[in-house]
């Protein structure tokens, strides 16, 4: 959310802990001009993260009470790191090769569950397009190039401290982007192996998605 501003989340902090309030309220208990906390709701209300509603009075005009959105409870709520570092040990710590890698291709087929809608196009490099900009929203630089096989270059990891930890990771990202593109996905340049980015290479939609599938078993870490 680009328009959001420090000064923005002394009003997000406030609504968490007061459901609804009024500019007047806000205004006092942080200490602002009521100008100035209508230009913050402004922004927040244009970034989806504060609504506004009329509470009708009995005479006059009505006034109206500022609240969260179900997207501005869920900021600050977003910080999973601990647990995603535990869950990821676990799998990690799972001894049956055959239960482990079933384990890492529902993580990815779940995960690619929650984009897939935002997946659009009918070529590899159009899927890659869309799965580019969702990484995009999660500030991972990314680039997209066209050709006989569609390559998406990454410039940043998603989950730096899981992939210098354990590969799985890598295996868990290239499985999800093939699920999405629907056609064999492999990670052709790895920053683990000393490149400068990664490289997920995808075959045309409509090849095979199994050629991709059976990567050597070094992909997923043992413990």
Request: with cysteine; proline share 4%.
């Amino acid at each position: 959310m680009s328009e959001f501003r420090d000064t923005d989340a002394a009003v997000v902090d406030l609504l968490r802990r007061d459901a609804s309030l009024s500019i007047v309220a806000l205004a006092t208990n942080l200490g602002v001009t009521a100008t100035a906390v209508r230009q913050r709701l402004e922004r927040l209300m244009v970034a989806g993260i504060v609504e506004r509603r009329a509470d009708a009075r009995p005479r006059g005009r009505p006034a109206h009470a500022y609240s969260l959105t179900a997207a501005g409870r869920r900021l600050g709520g977003d910080n999973f790191r601990d647990l995603a570092m535990v869950l990821w040990t676990e799998l990690r710590n799972v001894r049956d090769p055959d239960v482990r890698q079933g384990l890492l291709g529902r993580i990815a087929a779940s995960l690619a569950n929650v984009y897939r809608p935002r997946i659009e196009g009918e070529t590899s490099a159009a899927r890659l397009q869309s799965i580019a900009g969702v990484l995009g929203e999660r500030d991972i630089a990314c680039s997209v190039e066209d050709g006989p096989l569609a390559v998406l270059t990454t410039y940043s990891c998603p989950y730096p401290d899981l992939a210098e930890q354990d590969r799985a990771v890598c295996a868990a990202e290239r499985l999800m982007i093939q699920e999405l593109v629907g056609s064999a996905v492999q990670l052709s340049e790895c920053r683990l192996d000393g490149a400068s980015c990664c490289r997920f290479t995808a075959a045309p939609v409509g090849g095979s998605a199994t050629a991709a599938a059976d990567r050597p078993s070094s992909e997923v870490a043992t413990p």
